[in-house]
């Protein structure tokens, strides 16, 4: 899977205001710099970029997010910059600055990905979940976190450091340490897979730390399977080379569940309605020639779409919840439509063409 296919999988649930322009706009714009021409890292514009990403990082080692971190340098106080793993924040800056140092050997970029790296590494529990941030803190920031991409792409940039000439700058050591958290993200994903009545179904947006059982975040995300962030999940399954029987059943069990909710026969239309908050009035229309959506929150063990306020009180039916949640948040989505059509079937005949090894764990 390439970077680009990454970073959509990474912003394909990042659902503020939402539409794709938006998720990329709230993100940073180090995203932008990583597929320049390798001279292009030694120039000037390279470096005023990376000063100003360099003023961002915080003293625990990562970046904030919702901030243009490429753009302008920093003139705060870094001690008052929060560094999170939450909406794209770090792994982009860290690809850029890994760049530069590749391109330049400047010692500043070495140190500041060293660190960098580190506040990846040392947030990852043991069992191979990360949370938010580092250090984890409280409430639902403490869960083991899917949400809106997060472990996957924390989990595919220790991948890119353990693998890629770009990163033979890093100790051995530390290269060794990002297989290893690499593996341990895949036996976390395994472990979290919920399960009803036996079967396997796919995954809440987050999980519990300790036991792995779903949980719920802000209050009108509630406990449920996700059709949104389960596709970046079974991406990384995807990606375990010589996946294992369980790795595959995973895989295999994940999409037979997106493919089983998926909703036929409705579109989402925005009303203009100036009297309502954001300006327009959120619907659900049948259509019948509409090609089917998927609900971000699924009631576990009914598969029933379900939504809510701000209350956590849970409803069947958009119609149900005011204007300021309906029309703020992105409930339907088209999020495993590619997953189902084409890359699943990709990586079945890929397997096909090439029996799977069979180690004693779950085999990366």
């Not at 439509?337 to 397997?351: G, H, R, S, T, V």
Request: charged share 25%; with cysteine.
């Amino acid at each position: 899977m390439n970077l680009k296919r990454i970073i959509s999988v990474a912003v394909c649930c990042a659902c503020l205001s939402w539409t794709a322009t938006t998720a990329l706009a709230a993100s940073t714009s180090a995203r932008q710099l990583l597929n320049k021409p390798p001279d292009w890292y030694k120039s000037d514009e390279a470096a005023k970029a990376a000063a100003a990403v360099l003023s961002y990082q915080a003293l625990s080692g990562g970046w904030p997010k919702n901030v243009d971190t490429a753009a302008a340098p920093y003139d705060g106080d870094r001690s008052q910059l929060e560094a999170t793993y939450d909406n794209s924040a770090t792994t982009d800056e860290l690809r850029f600055i890994a760049r530069m140092y590749d391109a330049t050997k400047d010692e500043r970029y070495h140190q500041s990905f060293v660190k960098g790296l580190e506040y990846v590494l040392t947030g990852q529990y043991p069992n191979g979940g990360w949370p938010q941030s580092n250090p984890p803190g409280q409430g639902y920031a403490r869960y083991i976190t899917f949400n809106d991409g997060a472990m996957a792409r924390l989990m595919f940039f220790v991948r890119e450091v353990a693998r890629e000439d770009t990163y033979d700058f890093v100790p051995a050591d530390k290269r060794r340490a990002c297989k290893e958290a690499w593996d341990k993200g895949v036996d976390c994903i395994l472990k979290c897979q919920i399960k009803v009545d036996g079967k396997l179904t796919a995954w809440c947006a987050q999980h519990d730390e300790k036991d792995f059982s779903p949980r719920p975040a802000r209050t009108f995300e509630l406990v449920s399977i996700s059709g949104c962030e389960t596709v970046g999940i079974v991406h990384a399954l995807m990606n375990v080379e010589n996946p294992s029987p369980e790795v595959v059943r995973s895989v295999d069990a994940a999409v037979e569940w997106l493919d089983a909710v998926k909703i036929p026969g409705i579109r989402i239309e925005d009303k203009p309605d100036p009297d309502r908050i954001k300006g327009y009035h959120r619907i659900v229309l049948s259509d019948p020639a509409a090609e089917p959506m998927w609900a971000r929150f699924y009631e576990i063990g009914t598969n029933r779409p379900i939504f809510s306020d701000r209350d956590s009180v849970k409803k069947y039916d958009l119609a149900e919840i005011g204007d300021e949640r309906r029309n703020g948040y992105k409930w339907y989505g088209y999020w495993p439509k590619n997953l189902i059509a084409k890359e699943y079937p990709e990586w079945k005949a890929k397997l096909a063409g090439a029996p799977t090894s069979q180690p004693s764990s779950s085999g990366r």
